[in-house]
């Protein structure tokens, strides 16, 4: 009889990014060793602030030790509240924690902020969040930049876990156009305001497309934004795009722009990297930094504007640079796989 394996995940409806594609790889994967592997969710709200404590009862009272008459083996918890389930075998691969409680808890949304609502709860809050983590067996990151964070809040080492991005082995690299590309979620937090800004740094010929979809409050305002600079004509946003439109956006493009407010990962940069194109960051960008290297596979730049622009020009100008920027990106991330992570991940299970 198969194994059982639970992958606790808290989700929001009508919304998917990052985690969720992890998660979703995740659950393939083990099931291609031969697990029965399932994504056990409860869908999350944040807010109003005593939300969170409806949200984390729910996830400390659900009974995952058996389902239909048989045992769950297996638990590993993600992201918060979902790691708060109790079972006798958990480990987790922290995806993040209730940020907001933490390293963004002074943000102008965070409800833990000191004029905000959950203040005078916030050390109840990460007390608990605490005592949760170290009942897990093991506790793996999917970065260094959510370890550190772990340890700085909490107290609690744990063990950064690499892993790759949805359509490893079939990433293409072909010429280096005229665009900078930025893919992902439209949100505040991924600071595309700075890249539109930038266009007005770059030469004429330099393009920026924008793929991916976000509130229509932020879309709309950065559509604003390129009219307002002046480089509407050379920005363009392409909405949703189909995986095979993605790879393609990646192999024509000349870098790829990725700079958020301390990102916990980041699959762009893995997927600019495995395309062999540079990247354009900044120096706060968080887990970015763990892969791209100012002068060799990046140019790792101050947030203004200004800087970004002339990073992105000085490779339209120099595409030697930044074919051998992206070569070496490719070198430092090609061997990131499923398999070395499943080995390091089940290695605590006790299944294997």
Same mark, same amino acid.
């Given at each position: 009889?198969?194994?059982?394996?639970?992958?606790?995940?808290?989700?929001?409806?009508?919304?998917?990014?990052?985690?969720?594609?992890?998660?979703?790889?995740?659950?393939?994967?083990?099931?291609?060793?031969?697990?029965?592997?399932?994504?056990?969710?409860?869908?999350?709200?944040?807010?109003?602030?005593?939300?969170?404590?409806?949200?984390?009862?729910?996830?400390?009272?659900?009974?995952?030790?058996?389902?239909? !008459? /048989?045992?769950? %083996?297996? =638990?590993?918890?993600?992201?918060?509240?979902?790691? &708060?389930?109790?079972? +006798? #075998?958990? *480990?987790?691969?922290?995806?993040?924690?209730?940020?907001?409680?933490?390293?963004?808890?002074?943000?102008?949304?965070?409800?833990?902020?000191?004029?905000?609502?959950?203040?005078?709860?916030?050390?109840?809050?990460?007390?608990?969040?605490?005592?949760?983590?170290?009942?897990?067996?093991?506790?793996?990151?999917?970065?260094?930049?959510?370890?550190?964070?772990?340890?700085?809040?909490?107290?609690?080492?744990?063990?950064?876990?690499?892993?790759?991005?949805?359509?490893?082995?079939?990433?293409?690299? !072909? /010429?280096?156009? %005229?665009? =900078?590309?930025?893919?992902?979620?439209?949100?505040? &937090?991924?600071?595309? +305001? #700075?890249? *539109?800004?930038?266009?007005?740094?770059?030469?004429?010929?330099?393009?920026?497309?924008?793929?991916?979809?976000?509130?229509?409050?932020?879309?709309?305002?950065?559509?604003?934004?390129?009219?307002?600079?002046?480089?509407?004509?050379?920005?363009?946003?392409?909405?949703?795009?189909?995986?095979?439109?993605?790879?393609?956006?990646?192999?024509?493009?000349?870098?790829?722009?990725?700079?958020?407010?301390?990102?916990?990962?980041?699959?762009?940069?893995?997927?600019?990297?495995?395309?062999?194109?540079?990247?354009?960051?900044?120096?706060?960008?968080?887990?970015?930094?763990?892969?791209?290297?100012?002068?060799?596979?990046?140019?790792?730049?101050?947030?203004?504007?200004?800087?970004?622009?002339?990073?992105?020009?000085?490779?339209?100008?120099?595409?030697?640079?930044?074919?051998?920027?992206?070569?070496?990106?490719?070198?430092?991330?090609?061997?990131?796989?499923?398999?070395?992570?499943?080995?390091?991940?089940?290695?605590?299970?006790?299944?294997?």
């Amino acid at each position: 009889m198969k194994k059982k394996i639970a992958i606790t995940f808290p989700y929001v409806p009508f919304f998917s990014g990052g985690a969720e594609l992890h998660v979703a790889n995740l659950r393939d994967k083990l099931c291609q060793r031969g697990y029965q592997a399932e994504i056990v969710s409860i869908p999350f709200k944040w807010y109003p602030v005593e939300e969170l404590w409806s949200q984390q009862m729910m996830w400390k009272t659900l009974d995952l030790s058996e389902t239909n !008459g /048989e045992k769950i %083996d297996l =638990v590993i918890g993600t992201k918060w509240p979902s790691y &708060l389930v109790k079972h +006798d #075998n958990k *480990i987790m691969w922290l995806i993040h924690q209730q940020r907001e409680a933490y390293d963004l808890q002074n943000i102008w949304f965070s409800q833990f902020r000191s004029d905000g609502p959950g203040y005078p709860y916030l050390q109840q809050f990460r007390d608990a969040d605490t005592a949760a983590i170290k009942e897990a067996k093991k506790v793996f990151t999917i970065s260094k930049n959510v370890s550190s964070r772990l340890k700085t809040f909490n107290g609690v080492d744990s063990e950064p876990l690499y892993h790759p991005p949805k359509h490893y082995g079939h990433y293409l690299c !072909g /010429e280096f156009g %005229d665009y =900078v590309l930025s893919v992902g979620r439209l949100d505040k &937090l991924k600071r595309l +305001d #700075n890249l *539109i800004r930038a266009m007005k740094y770059t030469d004429p010929g330099v393009k920026c497309l924008i793929g991916g979809t976000g509130a229509a409050d932020v879309t709309e305002a950065l559509k604003k934004l390129a009219k307002d600079e002046g480089v509407a004509d050379r920005v363009k946003f392409l909405g949703f795009v189909s995986d095979e439109e993605l790879l393609k956006l990646y192999a024509g493009s000349l870098c790829v722009y990725f700079a958020p407010k301390d990102e916990d990962y980041g699959y762009i940069t893995l997927e600019a990297f495995l395309s062999h194109k540079p990247v354009v960051t900044t120096e706060d960008a968080g887990g970015v930094l763990e892969f791209a290297e100012h002068e060799k596979s990046a140019l790792v730049t101050t947030p203004e504007p200004e800087q970004i622009g002339r990073s992105i020009n000085r490779l339209y100008l120099d595409k030697k640079l930044a074919r051998n920027f992206g070569e070496n990106g490719y070198q430092k991330v090609k061997d990131i796989s499923w398999d070395n992570a499943l080995d390091r991940l089940l290695a605590y299970s006790g299944l294997e």
